[in-house]
T-cell receptor
């Protein structure tokens, strides 16, 4: 059974700092991995999707890396801003043939960026 | 392009009742997947519908069911409600299967069971 862990559960940083969020998973036979952000009372917003054959993906100030062999992914946020404050979740997808997928979410890291 | 719309935003029900939640996906998206989010268990996958067929299913009891219409709109039904069903229910749509393309989430329906 796939288990996804995100550490730390909460993180508080001053504005402008570069930071790294971690996601680890127990089963390395993954199909892809997605990073999301969730604002209070809202749904999730997809940030980056990394296929199992990729090592990293970049979007603006965000960079996500994937190391399947060690069961880890990191989300790097450059020059953090107060608007980046949210809960960040990773989701690991395992494919079991055909169109059968199983998506497992971590419990997220609550990020607070202080002005 | 309009986003994913979930209705209603809030619901209060009594134990034993049933409830139906609605999800309208982004135009052109054929996959709709449903999730339950609670403080204790986090976000858990319920099921996915693609072109009106249930294609993937999580580990929830049969009280949780769904369907998808020809216009890709989807409904989720929970029968014989229990206190533990209180949660934020999210749906997401995607162009391809839910495991194979970015997910676009609605803002959810907050269900409270008393």
């Amino acid at each position: 059974k796939q288990e996804v862990t995100q550490i730390p559960a909460a993180l508080s940083v001053p504005e402008g700092e570069n930071l790294v969020l971690n996601c680890s998973f127990t089963d390395s036979a993954i199909y892809n991995l997605q990073w999301f952000r969730q604002d209070p009372g809202k749904g999730l917003t997809s940030l980056l999707l990394i296929q199992s054959s990729q090592r990293e993906q970049t979007s603006g100030r965000l960079n996500a890396s994937l190391d399947k062999s060690s069961g880890r992914s990191t989300l790097y946020i450059a020059a953090s801003q107060p608007g980046d404050s949210a809960t960040y979740l990773c989701a690991v997808n395992r494919a079991s043939g055909g169109s059968n997928y199983k998506l497992t979410f971590g419990k997220g890291t609550l990020l607070t960026v202080n002005p | 392009k309009a986003g994913v719309t979930q209705t209603p935003r809030y619901l209060i029900k009594t134990r034993g009742q049933q409830v139906t939640l609605s999800c309208s996906p982004i135009s052109g998206h054929r996959s709709v997947s449903w999730y339950q989010q609670t403080p204790g268990q986090g976000l858990q996958f319920l099921f996915e519908y693609f072109s009106e067929t249930q294609r993937n299913k999580g580990n929830f009891p049969g009280r949780f069911s769904g369907r998808q219409f020809s216009n890709s709109r989807s409904e989720m039904n929970v029968s014989t409600l229990e206190l533990g069903d209180s949660a934020l229910y999210l749906c997401a749509s995607s162009l391809l299967s839910y495991g194979n393309s970015p997910l676009h989430f609605g803002n959810g329906t907050r269900l409270t069971v008393t």
